[in-house]
């Protein structure tokens, strides 16, 4: 019985596998110091708007999925990890926090690991003094990692907001997918002076 069960088992979670799909999450990061700040994260974005930005996040990956529109809204508005506190929100696990800098991980769903990431530049914002990049991150704890780092005590209120959508694929399948290399720097923000990996930056 208990090996009939175990069969059962197995054969649910290969027919699972099998039919398991790209994930397209959106992910916000957003820390300030000082005033100045406008808070919007995707949650906060209108429904066209936020409908708009991941259609164009999908576009970045050569995927056409304009018509999901009822998915996209739902993506967009979607229960999943919020963390705010103090001068900080974000759907990223945040792992260290000391002084200005901040090291964080939008973590990989179980059964997947993180194929690509788009950021959406144009309607970000990130003060000159600070920092922002992200790379990919398939060793250790799988995700997109995240550093930044947001000067404290400055004249005017500094800050790094921005908005992007990660791709999630089953664990196995990076090459069905043409997914990017481990450790690809996918965004590095110097200040004001943001470049991207080819693909990754949101029209």
């Known amino acids: 019985m208990l090996r009939l069960a175990t069969l ?3 054969f649910l979670w290969i027919s699972v596998s099998a039919s398991a799909q790209p994930i397209d999450r959106p992910e916000t990061f957003q820390a300030w110091e000082g005033g100045g700040f406008l808070l919007k994260t995707w949650k906060e974005l209108g429904s066209q708007e936020a409908q708009a930005l991941i259609t164009a996040g999908c576009a970045a990956y ?8 009822a998915a996209i809204r739902a993506a967009a508005q979607q229960s999943r990890q919020y963390y705010r506190s103090g001068n900080v929100a974000t759907t ?8 200005e800098e901040y090291y ?3 973590d990989s769903p179980n059964g997947y690991t993180i194929c690509k990431a788009a950021i959406d530049i144009k309607n970000g914002s990130i003060t000159g003094p600070s920092t922002f990049n992200g790379s990919i991150q398939r060793t250790g704890e799988d995700g997109l990692g995240l550093y930044a780092v947001v000067p404290k005590n400055r004249p ?3 800050w790094v907001r ?3 959508v990660v791709r999630y694929v089953p ?6 997918y043409d997914c990017w290399p481990n450790n690809t720097l996918v965004v590095q923000c110097t200040g004001q002076n943001c470049n991207t990996y ?3 930056r949101i029209p």
């Open 62 to 69: 050569g995927v056409d999925c304009s018509s999901q529109a």
């Open 8 to 10: 059962i088992a197995t």
């Open 198 to 200: 080819d693909g990754a």
């Open 162 to 164: 921005f908005n992007l």
């Open 156 to 158: 005017t209120g500094q």
């Open 171 to 176: 664990a196995g399948t990076l090459q069905q």
């Open 104 to 106: 964080a991980k939008f």
């Open 92 to 99: 990223a696990r945040i792992d260290r926090h000391p002084g």
